[in-house]
C-alpha cells in the first residue's frame, strides 16, 4: 500500500539523515596545558565578554560554602564577596588588574553553561571537575581546589558508622548530576542498587528526608553545608580515603580556546603561592577537621 | 451520518498522501508515493544543507551527533527505556480504568448522585489545574516524608501514582465526550426497553462511548509514553536520565538524541496502529451506512 511505502521512506529519509550527521566526526583537540602567559593580560589586551568587567558566571541558587559561609551568611549573593568561590573570583579579579566593582555575576544553569552556542560570560565556576571529557567541549583553569567525597546520613541510619566501602554495599545512595561523587559511588562504592541521581542538591535533601534514599554521597566541603543547614539532622558520617579515587579537581570553565585561560592560570598561580588560596580554604572550607575516614 | 472520522481533519488523516476520498487508481497512488518520495528527500537534503553549512556546526556534531558517544551512550539509554515501557504500560491499563470509573460516575443520572458527580468534578479540575511535574515533586517527595506506617516510600511508587492521578482526570474527560456522543434515543430506548441505569451504561452507552474515542485514547497513550519520563526528577533512572547523566558527565549531548531516536520508535507504531484502526473503523462505518 502507498501509505506503507511513503513510512518507509521517511524512516529511511530520517535514518539517513542521522548517519550523516553522526559520519566524519571529528573532534578538534585542543591544547590546554595550564601554561602561563606569556602573551599581555593587561586588562585592555584581554579578550573579554564586555570590555573593561570580569563577566562570572555560577549557579542559581548558589549555595555555601561555595558563596556564602556555611552559617547562611551571603547565601546565593556572590557580590557579598563571602565563600570560597566567590572570594576566589574577586581574588582572581584583583590579580588581573580588576576593580571590584568590575566584576559583573550573571547566572546560568549547569547544562546550559556547556551547551553549544554562545557564552556571555569570560568564566564561569560552580565546581566543576576537570576531566578530559569535559576538557574536549569547552576549556578548564589549572585547578583551584581539590575535593574528597563525604558520606551524609541521619545518626540513627546503619551506615552512620560505616568504617569501610563495603559496608555500604546495601545502601541506596544518591547524588547530585554531573558531579564526582556520582563517579565515585558507580565505580569505586559499587553499592548493589545502583544511586538515584537528581538535579539538584534540594531534590537530594527531599528524597532524604522522604526516606528514599540512605544517604547522600557529595564534596566534603557541601556536606558541610548540607548537614548545617539543609538536612537537619543529618551528619557527615565520613569522608572517603583519598587514594580511593582520581583527585576531584575543580576548575573554572572557560568556553572552548579562550585566550583568557593563561591569564586566569597566571593569577591562579600567584594567588596559590602568596598563600591567598590557601587563607580562603582555611576559611571557608576547612572546618575543624575530625571527620572520620572511610577506607577502600 | 458523516463517514468523515474527526481524524481526517488533521492534515493527512489515515493516508498520508493526501485527502482519503480523492478517487485513485493503483497506478495513480504509485505516482502519488514517488511524488511524495521525492519531495521529502530533497525536504530532507535542503534541511540538512541548511544545518550543515551553518559555523557552529561541528561544535553542534560534536556535541550532538558524536559517534563514539552514541555508541557509549546508547545501551545506557535503552536500559533506562525498558523501565519506561514497563511504566506507561502499567500505567494506561490503570488509568484507562480509573478514568472510565470517573467518566461513568460523572454521567450518572438523578439527584441523588449529584455528591458523586460533585466529587468528580472537583477531582478532574483540581487535577488537570495542577502542572504534571508539580504532582509528581508533591506526591514523590512529600507523601513519603509525611513517614506514615503502612504508606509506601518508593519514589517510583509515588511518581507512576502521580502520572496516573493526572492523566486520569483528562482520559475521563475524554471517556465522558464518547458518552456523550451516543445519541441520547439510545438511552431512551434503553430505559424504555426495561434496561436500568446501570445496565443502560454498560451494555447500551459505555461500548459505543469507547469505540467512539478509541483514537483518542490512543493519542493520549502516545502522549504518555513519553509523559512517564518525567519520574526522573524523584531520582529515577529511566532513559531520559541515564541520558541526562551521560550528558552532565562528559557534557556531551549524544545520549539525548539516542532517546529521542528511542521514544520515536516506540511511538510510531502507535501512531500507526491508530491511523489503520480509524481507518478500518471508518470503512466499517460506511459499509452499515450504506
Known amino acids: 500500500m502507498a501509505t506503507r511505502r511513503t513510512t518507509w521512506t521517511i524512516l529511511l529519509a530520517l535514518l539517513l539523515a542521522f548517519a550523516m550527521l553522526t559520519a566524519a566526526c571529528s573532534s578538534d583537540s585542543d591544547e590546554t596545558g595550564p601554561t602561563a602567559a606569556s602573551g599581555s593580560c593587561d586588562i585592555a589586551d584581554l579578550n573579554l565578554v564586555t570590555a573593561g568587567t570580569l563577566t562570572v558566571a555560577t549557579g542559581e541558587p548558589a549555595f555555601p560554602p561555595w558563596v556564602g559561609t556555611t552559617d547562611g551568611e551571603g547565601f546565593d549573593d556572590p557580590e557579598s564577596q563571602l565563600g570560597f568561590e566567590a572570594g576566589l573570583v574577586y581574588a582572581i579579579a584583583g590579580e588581573l588588574g580588576f576593580a571590584d566593582a568590575d566584576v559583573v555575576w550573571t547566572r546560568i544553569g549547569f547544562n546550559e553553561a556547556i551547551a553549544p552556542g554562545d557564552k556571555p560570560w569570560d568564566f564561569n565556576l ?37 568504617k569501610t566501602i563495603d559496608d555500604l554495599k546495601d545502601a541506596i545512595l544518591g547524588a547530585q548530576i554531573g558531579t564526582t561523587s556520582l563517579d565515585f559511588i558507580e565505580n569505586v562504592i559499587k553499592p548493589n542498587t545502583e544511586p538515584n541521581v537528581y538535579d539538584e542538591n534540594v531534590d537530594l535533601e527531599a528524597a532524604m528526608n522522604a526516606g528514599q534514599i540512605d544517604g547522600l554521597v557529595l564534596d566534603l566541603p557541601t ?44 593569577a591562579l598561580e600567584a594567588l596559590r603561592s602568596n598563600g591567598t588560596l590557601q587563607e580562603l580554604e582555611d576559611t571557608y572550607l576547612t572546618q575543624g577537621g575530625g571527620i572520620p575516614i572511610i577506607t577502600g | 451520518m ?53 559555523e557552529a556546526w561541528p561544535a553542534v556534531q560534536n556535541q550532538f551527533f558524536n559517534w563514539d558517544h552514541f555508541v557509549i551512550v546508547f545501551p545506557k539509554v535503552l536500559g533506562g527505556l525498558w523501565l519506561d515501557i514497563k511504566m506507561f504500560l502499567f500505567a494506561e491499563v490503570v488509568i484507562l480504568a480509573v478514568a472510565l470509573a470517573i467518566a461513568i460516575i460523572r454521567s450518572l443520572r438523578g439527584p441523588a448522585f449529584f455528591p458523586l458527580r460533585a ?15 508539580l504532582l509528581i515533586l508533591l506526591l514523590g517527595f512529600g507523601i513519603p516524608a509525611l513517614q506514615l506506617p503502612g504508606v509506601p516510600k518508593g519514589a517510583l511508587f509515588w511518581g507512576l501514582t502521580a502520572i496516573i492521578i493526572s492523566y486520569s482526570a483528562y482520559t475521563a474527560e475524554v471517556y ?10 439510545q438511552r431512551m430506548s434503553a430505559r424504555s426497553l426495561g434496561l436500568t441505569q446501570g445496565q443502560t451504561l454498560r451494555y447500551v452507552l459505555v461500548p459505543q462511548a469507547i469505540r467512539n474515542v478509541i483514537p483518542a485514547l490512543l493519542n ?40 529521542a531516536l528511542l521514544f520515536i520508535a516506540v511511538s510510531v507504531p502507535v501512531a500507526r496502529f491508530t491511523d489503520w484502526y480509524t481507518e478500518r473503523d471508518r470503512q466499517k462505518k460506511q459499509s452499515v451506512n450504506a
Request: glycine letters at 8%; hydrophobic letters at 45%.
Open chain 1, 126 to 162: 560552580q565546581q566543576y571537575s576537570i576531566t578530559s571529557e569535559r576538557d574536549e567541549i569547552v576549556d578548564f583553569s589549572s585547578p583551584y581546589y581539590v575535593t574528597s567525597q563525604a558520606l551524609v546520613v541521619y545518626p540513627d541510619s546503619p551506615y552512620a558508622s560505616a
Open chain 1, 223 to 266: 556536606g558541610y553545608f548540607v548537614t548545617a543547614v539543609q538536612v537537619e539532622g543529618s551528619i557527615i558520617a565520613g569522608q572517603f580515603e583519598a587514594e580511593a579515587a582520581e583527585p576531584d579537581e575543580y576548575g573554572l570553565l572557560f568556553a572552548e580556546g579562550n585566550p583568557l585561560v593563561p591569564c586566569v592560570n597566571t
Open chain 2, 2 to 54: 458523516s463517514d468523515r472520522s474527526s481524524l481526517d481533519e488533521f492534515g493527512g488523516g489515515p493516508s498520508l498522501l493526501g485527502p482519503p476520498h480523492a478517487p485513485r487508481g493503483r497506478e495513480e497512488g504509485t505516482r502519488a508515493a514517488l511524488i511524495a518520495a521525492a519531495s521529502t528527500v530533497l525536504f530532507v537534503v535542503v534541511a540538512l544543507w541548511a544545518i550543515l553549512s551553518s
Open chain 2, 119 to 133: 466529587l468528580a468534578v472537583i477531582f478532574i479540575d483540581l487535577v488537570r489545574g495542577i502542572p504534571v511535574i
Open chain 2, 176 to 185: 465522558r465526550a464518547g458518552i456523550e456522543s451516543v445519541h441520547e434515543s
Open chain 2, 220 to 259: 493520549g497513550f502516545v502522549s504518555l509514553q513519553k509523559d512517564v519520563a518525567l519520574v526522573l526528577i524523584l531520582g529515577i533512572r529511566e532513559a531520559v536520565r541515564e541520558a541526562d547523566i551521560y550528558a552532565a558527565s562528559t557534557f556531551n549531548y549524544t545520549g539525548y538524541v539516542a532517546a
